[in-house]
C-alpha cells in the first residue's frame, strides 16, 4: 500500500525521529479520507497503530471492508463514550499506540486551518500517562495524481508536564495540543493548472 500511494501521490514525512517507540497517542488535524493512510503506512510500525473513529459502517460498504481488513479499528459509538474511552485504554495498555482526530471526527474546511479540539486525547494522556504525538497533514482536502501530501510530526507532550486537578491539567494539556498542531500547519499552496483524477481520487472514500 506505500508503493500504491507512492505512485498516485507525492508523500513527505517531517520529523519522524520525534515519534517515540513506546506507545503514543498520535492527534492529528482531519482533511480527508487520506490522513489516517498516510500515518498508519508512513509512521513506524510499531508500536501497532490503531485507529479511534467513528463506526465505519455509518459511512461507507468500501471503507467497513478496507478497516475490517486491516484491524485497527477502536469504533467511536457518540452514545458510549465510556465504552469508547475503555478500548481506548486496553489498546494502550497492551502496547499499541492510538491514533485520534482531535477536531471530533468533523473535517477540517481549509488546509491550514484548524477546528476546535475536544478534551477526550487529553483526558486519555492524563489517565493512561501516555504522550500525545501532534501531527500536522496538509495537501488531503482535495487530492489528485501526484498531490504533494505532507505529514509534520512535532515532538511528544508528556502528561507530567501538567499540574493541578484533573479538569485543569486536561484542558491545559488540549490547550497546547492545539497549539502545536498549529504550528506544523503551513497551508497548502500548491494550485496546479491540471488536476488529474481530481474528482475521483478526492470521494474515493466517501
Not at 187 to 204: C, I
Amino acid at each position: 500500500m506505500r508503493v500504491i500511494f507512492r505512485l498516485l501521490f507525492r508523500v513527505k514525512v517531517l520529523g519522524l525521529r520525534n515519534v517515540p517507540s513506546t506507545p503514543v497517542i498520535i492527534c492529528a488535524n482531519h482533511l480527508g479520507w487520506a490522513d489516517p493512510f498516510l500515518l498508519l503506512l508512513f509512521l513506524p510500525v510499531e508500536p501497532r497503530i490503531y485507529v479511534l473513529g467513528l463506526d465505519p459502517t455509518a459511512i461507507s460498504e468500501f471503507r467497513t471492508h478496507v478497516v475490517s481488513t486491516l484491524e485497527v479499528m477502536v469504533a467511536l459509538d457518540r452514545d458510549k463514550p465510556l465504552k469508547a474511552l475503555r478500548a481506548s485504554e486496553d489498546v494502550l495498555k497492551r502496547g499499541g499506540s492510538l491514533l485520534i482526530f482531535p477536531e471530533g471526527g468533523t473535517l477540517g474546511a481549509q488546509e491550514g486551518s484548524l477546528l476546535e479540539l475536544q478534551h477526550g486525547a487529553a483526558h486519555l494522556s492524563q489517565v493512561s500517562r501516555i504522550p500525545i504525538l501532534p501531527v500536522g497533514i496538509t495537501g488531503t482536502k482535495e487530492l489528485w495524481l501526484r498531490r504533494t501530501l505532507t505529514v509534520r510530526i512535532g515532538k511528544p507532550i508528556q502528561p507530567a508536564d501538567f499540574d493541578g486537578e484533573m479538569r485543569p491539567r486536561m484542558h491545559a494539556m488540549t490547550a497546547r495540543l492545539s497549539s502545536e498542531i498549529k504550528a506544523l500547519l503551513p497551508g497548502d499552496h500548491e494550485h496546479p493548472r491540471f488536476k488529474p483524477l481530481n474528482r475521483f481520487l478526492t470521494k474515493l472514500f466517501i
